[in-house]
């Protein structure tokens, strides 16, 4: 189908920096740096700039970067890891993976997770917090922390979709022993395919994934620390990622007026609950990688936005907990089951024109007329 808005506009994102992309590219290709090199570091350390840590660590994607992070953090069969189900499934797959078992804890209004239920979830078994800040928001990690101290448990951030995002000024990603990024191609900074990163202030725990990553050889000796991961974040991605990364605090920017328009274009629609505006009072800042909408009419709502040309995705129709095969479905999470029944994430990106925009204002007022 031919969307007159698309989700996200690939296309249009590398023709405005055509020259500046294709000259990366042609670099790599032209002096065969293709692993662990130049424009790797470059990455890693623009990374750490921005985010205000000590390390980085590039890595093939943000599932590797949730399932090497709980590995470094030590977390194994027997350890129980708290996090949400309104997530993406990747999430609780690291856990799963590295031998450890989901706890699940219900969301908020916010769709993260619910951090005055996370107490009452917490065993003898549990090690772990993976907070998940979703679409651009980041969990309320002041009260998270305080919860994680008092037990003496780990918090690790899955930051895949708030980069830039934060809380009480703190960056996402660099509040608990680790962040993990994701670079897929339609998140806030994206390259041409996979990637990730972890970052963190702990240089031991930032040596163990520097491990992990490359088959278990540690940096700057021959000496293997036990059986790791090819999991290295290509040189090629980092090149597209230094060239994008110049222009990533005015995609925010930009983020921000879009969903701000949006609030002022749909809040009279009753029928609608948005998300938290930019201008909104408290310690977060909200960075807007997906712009949300709930609607107790969501199919139909979903039908006449696609009819129209408008094209959406819903994450998630189906909460994990229902998901039959993944055996979770003994958590009862019913905020979770009633968002998951709502949600619809409409075009918001940097290269959204203000015409394309108000389009989808329209063809929303004319459902609701």
């Known amino acids: 189908m031919e969307y007159k808005v698309r989700f996200v506009n690939y296309p249009k994102q590398y023709q405005n920096m055509k020259p500046e992309l294709d000259g990366a590219v042609t670099e790599i290709l032209s002096h065969g740096d293709f692993i662990l090199r130049g424009q790797l570091k470059e990455f890693e350390q623009n990374m750490a700039d921005f985010l205000g840590v000590k390390y980085t660590i590039g890595v093939n994607n943000g599932t590797d970067a949730i399932f090497l992070s709980l590995l470094a953090a030590g977390i194994g069969p027997g350890d129980e890891v708290i996090t949400p189900a309104h997530t993406f499934v990747a999430t ?7 031998g450890a078992t989901p706890v699940l804890v219900d969301i908020g209004e916010d769709m993260n997770m619910n951090v005055g239920q996370v107490e009452q979830l917490i065993t003898p078994k549990t090690k772990a917090i993976m907070p998940v800040h979703l679409n651009g928001r980041l969990c309320d990690m002041g009260k998270l922390m305080k919860i994680a101290d008092k037990h003496d448990l780990v918090i690790l ?46 240089k031991k725990f930032a040596e163990k994934i520097f491990s992990l990553r490359d088959n278990g050889r540690m940096i700057g000796s021959d000496e293997i620390d036990g059986f790791g991961y090819n999991t290295r974040l ?5 090149a597209i990622l230094n060239v994008k990364f110049k222009y990533l605090p005015e995609w925010i920017k930009r983020r921000r007026v879009l969903a701000q328009r949006y609030q ?13 505006p930019p201008d909104a009072k408290g310690p977060f800042f909200d960075v807007f990688q997906n712009y949300v909408i709930r609607s107790k009419k969501r199919d139909k709502l979903a039908a006449h936005l696609r009819n129209h040309g408008v094209e959406i995705i819903i994450s998630w129709p189906f909460p994990l907990n ?20 709502e949600v619809i994430s409409i075009p918001l990106y940097p290269e959204l024109e203000d015409e394309k925009l108000e389009y989808v204002i329209d063809v929303l007022h004319d459902f609701h007329a």
């Open 157 to 202: 951030e899955d930051a895949c979709q708030s980069l830039g995002g934060t809380y009480a000024g703190k960056m996402a990603g660099s509040i608990g022993l680790c962040g993990c990024f994701s670079f897929y191609p339609a998140k806030i900074l994206g390259t041409a395919g996979d990637a990730g990163l972890v970052s963190t202030n702990d």
């Open 322 to 341: 229902k998901q039959t095969k993944l055996g979770l479905t003994h958590f009862h999470l019913p905020m979770t089951e009633k968002i998951s029944d």
């Open 264 to 276: 002022e274009g749909l809040s009279d629609i009753s029928d609608l609950k948005l998300p938290p």
């Open 92 to 98: 609780i797959a690291g856990i799963v993976h590295c």
């Open 234 to 238: 290509d040189n090629l991605h980092a």
